[in-house]
């Protein structure tokens, strides 16, 4: 089993940053795809971000290109997410996702596991 775990949500006001972690354990993630999706009330799950774990090649959605950063730390086997200019739009709960097959790319029931979640409260 591969266990998901994200933290560094929080509230920040319109134009901060917040930096969020997924520390991932249970397997190694050579093949896989990491991804960010986000889910705010009344809306369907979205997607982020994701990378490949082994070579580190990235994937944005559009409205998060220029803002936001998706890494990871294989060392570490960690993910994170850099959230710089952050709008009132972008508050959700944030999930982590791993894809075994490494295939998932933005969509969401490709994804095999997923961490809890964490909040992100943008003010304006």
């Known amino acids: 089993q591969v266990q998901l775990v994200e933290s560094g949500g929080g509230l920040v006001q319109a134009g901060g940053s917040l930096r969020l972690s997924c520390a991932a354990s249970g397997r190694t993630f050579s093949s896989y795809m990491m991804g960010w999706f986000r889910q705010a009330p009344g809306k369907e799950r979205e997607f982020v971000a994701a990378?490949?774990?082994?070579?580190?090649?990235?994937l944005y959605a559009d409205s998060v290109k220029g803002r936001f950063t998706i890494s990871r730390d294989k060392a570490k086997n960690t993910v994170y997410l850099q959230m710089n200019s952050l709008k009132p739009e972008d508050t959700a709960v944030y999930y982590c996702?791993?894809?075994?097959?490494?295939?998932?790319?933005?969509?969401?029931?490709?994804?095999?596991?997923w961490g809890q979640g964490t909040q992100v409260t943008v003010s304006s």
């Open positions: 990378i490949t774990w082994s070579g580190g090649s990235t």
């Open positions: 996702a791993a894809d075994r097959e490494g295939l998932g790319y933005g969509l969401a029931y490709n994804y095999d596991y």
